[in-house]
Nanobody, 124 residues
Framework: QVQLVESGGRLVQAGGSLRLSCAASGRTISTYVIMGWFRQAPGKEREFVAA???????YYAGSVKGRFTISRDNVKNTVHLQMNSLKPEDTAVYYCAAGVRTLSPSSAGSYNYWGQGTQVTVSS
């Protein structure tokens, strides 16, 4: 049974940093063509944050590029999202996702599996 479990979300002040983790079970992350992070703020649609392809390349939303970094730890079967210079507008529930085919990385429909999410709150 494939499962993705996010952790690391909490309340942080603006300008601070957080590292989110997504632990995968039931399948090794190296077999996923793409791993991604999305977020959803209250009253808004889920939006793409970052993606990592199995061959090593990464892709970021413009709003987080230069501040966030996605990485894979194949030994621990975990994907991380390092978030620096956090802003109040980064407040959202963050979701980890995994896809088995190479499709559009910013489209939620490209992913086959999703975690339950972890809350990130950035205070001003």
């Amino acid at each position: 049974q494939v499962q993705l479990v996010e952790s690391g979300g909490r309340l942080v002040q603006a300008g601070g940093s957080l590292r989110l983790s997504c632990a995968a079970s039931g399948r090794t992350i190296s077999t996923y063509v793409i791993m991604g992070w999305f977020r959803q703020a209250p009253g808004k649609e889920r939006e793409f944050v970052a993606a990592s392809w199995s061959e090593g390349s990464t892709y970021y939303a413009g709003s987080v590029k230069g501040r966030f970094t996605i990485s894979r730890d194949n030994v621990k079967n975990t994907v991380h999202l390092q978030m620096n210079s956090l802003k109040p507008e980064d407040t959202a529930v963050y979701y980890c996702a995994a896809g088995v085919r190479t499709l559009s990385p910013s489209s939620a429909g490209s992913y086959n599996y999703w975690g339950q999410g972890t809350q990130v709150t950035v205070s001003s």
